[in-house]
């Protein structure tokens, strides 16, 4: 038991190593430039952001439209707090400050997530469509309030204190985060609430308590990517946290199949390294049909696979090993009865 | 000491605007008892369950479980003061494995908090390991160890039926309320289920209320059997009496049956 442990630690560990190690190999040799550098790293952001949506949909079942308007309030706070308290001590700075991006997201969603979660589904997604407007008109127009913001102009300011090696190490530190919450008590809770909420309130799961749980951490994740964007590129608009950009995350976490860690991650990446192949391949000229061909990627992926890429499936190390050992996995038949 | 009754039910009333789903219910069940809930389709039985388990809160009336009052509680602190129940139309979490049915239902006493599980600290694999012990006893007692990492979904209805049961003993109750839990069985998987309620109410300590169709099951198993009509108790009784009460025939079979 033991061994085997420490063997699968090993080999996650190995794996992470030779990622890493052939991405900076490939850096040094000029294969990547700083162009595919830059999407690389948003691809990992994405993966923050959609793993939040994915504990909020894809493991507890709450739809939500709003996703992309904590991204932005994590990447608006991080970035405000970076731009005020720009100081020589990056490192603290960058710490704190990605910090406050996803205090930020995951205390609004507490707020709002208190009156709003009693809603069942379909309501629930226009209630969060609803605040995402709110936030996207609050981005908009916050200057008047607090200059710095910079409003419907954009902002700029905050110091590029994210790269690589950071994106990695963060991303890396989430997926082992979500992988422990949802193999937990608190993920079962979760999952119950999804299959059927009224059967986990009647055997003793406080529902309202998990769902918050869940959107709490979730937009909390939102925010800590949205914290990492601000500190990667150095240009904050109110147009990249709108609806569009929720409507990105829910893609993703909906065509890498509900319920699956793997699916969300490999999706994330996939669908940022898509939208960019798609730009040279479709030229200038046809640049707006990428949202004709994304379109049609999801209606395509719903006909044929509505269950996702993954459907719920994991790759290996993101299963934590059983802890019984009264029994390994046995495909034999039923029984019977036990008496 | 005199023991008290685990549930008592004091002058019921539930309406759905103008409907009078229940009236006037008044039931006490004592420790140990197996107590039969019948009656003809929308009698008011799984009403009476769902204002128990606190999915509705009565019009009026009074709920007492163990001496204390429940009446209106939030069904998941219901659960937790040790009422589980199983439903009519089975609800597992589906695509969910069988043994995670089981586990999630103890996390309210799970011992460990939100950081314990993110930082897997020896206390999470502490209580991980017991509550994963404890649920893997309870499928076995229910004949389901060997299904444990099969999909709810993917198993038998006899023994996604089994499974729901084996959920409910997992919040540890005083009372288990089972809803038609011999619905769409056969009359050999019914005799099972019959040994199975036994065995399971022994070996837990239980005391059961079941509401039930099929009279071979309910006269096999029940102590005592509450017959409801259009929301009100019509009768109440031995199982040998009811079943040639007058009152009883007329319900089931229509005017002129007892005759």
Known sequence: MQKSKWGSFIIIAAVTLVVYAVVRTLETMGLIDQYWQRVLDQALIMTIGALGLSIIYGFTGQ?????????????????????????????????VSLLVGAAVAGLVALVIGLPILRLRSDYLGIAT?????????????FNKLIPALGGATGMSGTPQLANFDWLFIVALLVIILVRNFVYSTYGRACTAVREDEIAADVLGINTTNTKVIAFVLGCALAGLAGGMYAHRYPFLHPSSFDFLKSF??????VLGGLGSITGTVVTAVAWVFLLEVLRFVLGQTFIDFRGVIYALILIIAI??????????REIGFLVPKPFSTLVGRKDGVNAGTGS | MVSMPVLVLEDIDKSFGGLKAVSGFNMTIEKGEVVGLIG???AGKTTVFNMISGIYRPSSGKITFLGDEITGMAPYLVCQKGIARTFQNIRLFRENTVLDNVMTIFHPRAGYNLLDAVLRTPRFKRHESAITGQAMELLSALGLEDRAYDKAMNLPYGAQRRLEIARALAGRPRLLLLDEPAAGM???????????????????DLTVLLIEHQMGMVMKLCERLVVLDFGQIIASGLPAEIRSDPLVLEAYLGKGAAV
């Open chain 1, 303 to 312: 006909i044929v696979r509505p269950q996702g890429i993954f459907s719920g």
């Open chain 2, 40 to 42: 003809p389709n929308g």
């Open chain 1, 248 to 253: 990105d995350f829910l893609l993703v976490v």
């Open chain 2, 186 to 204: 056969n009359p050999a998987e019914v005799v099972k289920m019959v040994e199975l309620i036994k065995y399971v109410k022994e070996k837990f």
């Open chain 1, 129 to 141: 469509l609803g605040f995402g407007i709110i936030v996207k008109v609050g981005m908009d127009n």
């Open chain 1, 63 to 95: 739809f939500s439209l709003g996703h992309a308007a904590f991204y932005g309030l994590g990447a608006y706070s991080a970035g405000l707090f970076s731009k005020v308290y720009n100081s020589d001590h990056n490192l603290l700075l960058f710490m």
